[in-house]
C-alpha cells in the first residue's frame, strides 16, 4: 500500500481518537462543573426547578409567563410560596419535560400552566435545544430531544461537544449579567416601548382548524401526570394586544379549553379582554405585557384566584402540611 496512504489513514485514526478524548474529557469537565456549580444563563431556572425548588405553587411557560406573573405580591396575598418558572421561546412540549422533571425532585402543592390562546396552532418545536445539557437524564428528554431536526439530533446528542456547545460561553458571560430572574422569584419585567404596539386583529380570518399533534399530546400528557401526583394544575391565557382568526376563537382555542374542561382542569382566559384591549400603554408588544402592564394583570389575577377552587385545595394542602 502506498506509503501516502498509510500516512493519512493513521493521520485520521489520531484525528479520531483525539476527538473522542476531547469529547470524554469536555464531558467530564462539564457534569462536575454543573453538579457543583449549576448551569448559568438560561439554564438557571431548569437547575432550579429540577434540582433546588421546594415551592407551593410553580408557574410554568414562555416568556409570556415570565413578563405577566409577580410571584411576590402573589405570595404575599396567597400566602403561599411561589416561583416563576417560565422559559423563553417555548411551548407545551419543553412544558412537559419540565414538569416531568421538577415532579421528579419535589411535589408541589400546585402548578399554574400559563399558554398562549394559539398555543397549539403551531406545529414547531421551539428551542428545546435547552434540555442538550440533560440528555441521558432521563427517558421523556431524552425522546423529545432526539426528535430535534426531524430525528437528525439523535446521534450527535451522544456527543458532549455538541450538547454543551453553547454552555460554556455563557458560563464565561455569568460573571457579567445580572441574575434578574432568580432575583424576583423568576419574574422579569419588559420596559415600556418607545412606540405603543398596534392592535393585531385576525378576527375576520378563516379558521384553518390546524391543531400541532405534538402540542395536544404534551398537553394531555401534563394533565395526566400532574393529576396522577395528586398536584393542583390551573391553565391560564394571560392578556394579549390581538384578536385570533374566526373572530379570536379558533378552533385550536376551542379544544385547548376542552381538553382541560373534560379533565377537570379550569381555565382562566384573559386574552380578550376590552379592559386591556383598550389600554396598548400596559403592552411591550402584542404578546407580552410591560412591567406596568404585569402589575395590573397580578393584582387582577390575585382577585380571582382567591376565588378558585385551585387555591382552596392548594390552601388546604398546605394547611395539612403545615399540621402533619
Known amino acids: 500500500m502506498n506509503r501516502d496512504v498509510i500516512k493519512c489513514i493513521k493521520t485520521c485514526v489520531a484525528l479520531v481518537v483525539i476527538v473522542i478524548l476531547l469529547d470524554v474529557l469536555f464531558g467530564q469537565i462539564m457534569s462536575f462543573y454543573s453538579k457543583r456549580y449549576g448551569l448559568p444563563g438560561d439554564y438557571a431556572k431548569i437547575e432550579y426547578l429540577f434540582r433546588q425548588s421546594q415551592d407551593d405553587v410553580l408557574i410554568l411557560g414562555s416568556s409570556v409567563a415570565i413578563n405577566s406573573f409577580m410571584p411576590a405580591p402573589m405570595m404575599d396575598s396567597l400566602g403561599v410560596s411561589i416561583f416563576n418558572g417560565g422559559c423563553n421561546a417555548q411551548n407545551l412540549v419543553f412544558f412537559r419535560c419540565m414538569v416531568d422533571g421538577a415532579l421528579k425532585h419535589h411535589q408541589p402543592r400546585g402548578i399554574i400552566l400559563v399558554l398562549q390562546p394559539d398555543e397549539l396552532a403551531f406545529d414547531d418545536m421551539g428551542r428545546i435545544s435547552l434540555l442538550n445539557p440533560y440528555y441521558g437524564q432521563s427517558s421523556l428528554i431524552d425522546s423529545t430531544l432526539a426528535l430535534q431536526n426531524n430525528g437528525k439530533a439523535a446521534f450527535f446528542l451522544h ?58 399530546q404534551s398537553l394531555q400528557a401534563i394533565i395526566g401526570q400532574v393529576q396522577a401526583d395528586d398536584v393542583e394544575l390551573l391553565v391560564v391565557i394571560p392578556p394579549c394586544y390581538k384578536r385570533l382568526m ?17 379533565h377537570g382542569v379550569q381555565v382562566m382566559d384573559y386574552s380578550e379582554m376590552d ?24 393584582q387582577m389575577f390575585i382577585g380571582q384566584i382567591l376565588k378558585s377552587e385551585f387555591y382552596q385545595r392548594v390552601k388546604n394542602k398546605s394547611d395539612e402540611s403545615n399540621k402533619n
Open 246 to 262: 374566526a373572530g379570536g376563537n379558533p378552533y385550536s382555542k376551542q379544544l385547548l379549553k376542552q381538553v382541560c374542561q373534560e
Open 275 to 298: 379592559y386591556f384591549w383598550q389600554r396598548p400603554e400596559l403592552f411591550y408588544d402584542n404578546s407580552h405585557l410591560n412591567g406596568e402592564g404585569a402589575n395590573v394583570f397580578t
Open 159 to 216: 456527543s458532549n461537544l455538541y450538547r454543551y456547545n453553547t454552555v460554556w460561553f455563557r458560563i464565561l458571560l455569568q460573571s457579567f449579567l445580572p441574575k434578574e430572574e432568580m432575583a424576583n422569584y423568576g419574574f422579569v419585567a419588559k420596559h415600556k416601548p418607545l412606540l405603543l404596539p398596534e392592535f393585531n386583529d385576525l378576527g375576520s380570518r378563516p379558521d384553518d382548524r390546524f391543531v400541532a399533534p405534538d402540542k395536544l
